[in-house]
T-cell receptor, first 115, second 116 residues
Framework: ETGVTQSPTHLIKTRGQQVTLRCSSQSGHNTVSWYQQALGQGPQFIFQYYREEENGRGNFPPRFSGLQFPNYSSELNVNALELDDSALYLC??????????????FGPGTRLTVL | AQKVTQAQTEISVVEKEDVTLDCVYETRDTTYYLFWYKQPPSGELVFLIRRNSFDEQNEISGRYSWNFQKSTSSFNFTITASQVVDSAVYFCALSEEETSGSRLTFGEGTQLTVNP
């Protein structure tokens, strides 16, 4: 069974640029959530996708957007990058819908640095 | 609104000591789930335990144990006979069935350092 994978591992961008982060969910999982973890803080929920539809969003501006594909992989897009967007971006997948019971399996994260 | 507080920012112990990590939560839902995750330096969050709001039994898994008390809204985590490999950041998290589905609200984390 393949776990959650994310690419790239590290990324350096400059302010104002756009970035796309990718996540492949664990086999059999149809729900993907994205979290932002700033240095020294706990992860913050960005949004969740279930069967290709956005299902819930945290307190993040519209320049954070996402997609989920038919194979349940997902992308996180961030436009007009700001210095505060520098963080570890974590993807988590879970099985069978959006019940809070379902355990989320996390990927290794993408470390984004905005200069 | 949901909130998780981990008041201990950093804890340092010597190997073989017992250590307890505190977690206090706030929620208005009657059905919710509490989690503990471990984050080693590699960055990946490792699931340790899930507990639902209707099950207040304490749980033990090897050197790990968890004490869930609804009366004080606490879900504390104890490591017995700590080892150097236990060094990591530990996060407590909450998800609410009615309000927020499976989204997790995390605390700020506790950095545990176990010295040889």
């Amino acid at each position: 069974e393949t776990g959650v994978t994310q690419s790239p591992t590290h990324l350096i961008k400059t302010r104002g640029q756009q970035v796309t982060l990718r996540c492949s969910s664990q086999s059999g999982h149809n729900t993907v959530s994205w979290y932002q973890q700033a240095l020294g803080q706990g992860p913050q929920f960005i949004f969740q996708y279930y069967r290709e539809e956005e299902n819930g969003r945290g307190n993040f501006p519209p320049r954070f957007s996402g997609l989920q594909f038919p194979n349940y992989s997902s992308e996180l897009n961030v436009n007009a990058l700001e210095l505060d967007d520098s963080a570890l971006y974590l993807c988590a997948s879970s099985q069978e819908g959006v019940s809070s019971y379902n355990e989320q399996f996390f990927g290794p994260g993408t470390r984004l640095t905005v200069l | 609104a949901q909130k998780v507080t981990q008041a201990q920012t950093e804890i340092s112990v010597v190997e073989k000591e017992d250590v307890t990590l505190d977690c206090v939560y706030e929620t208005r839902d009657t059905t919710y789930y509490l989690f503990w995750y471990k984050q080693p330096p590699s960055g990946e969050l490792v699931f340790l335990i899930r507990r639902n709001s209707f099950d207040e039994q304490n749980e033990i898994s090897g050197r790990y144990s968890w004490n869930f008390q609804k009366s004080t809204s606490s879900f504390n985590f104890t490591i017995t006979a700590s080892q150097v490999v236990d060094s990591a950041v530990y996060f407590c998290a909450l998800s609410e069935e009615e309000t927020s589905g499976s989204r997790l609200t995390f605390g700020e984390g506790t950095q545990l350092t176990v010295n040889p």
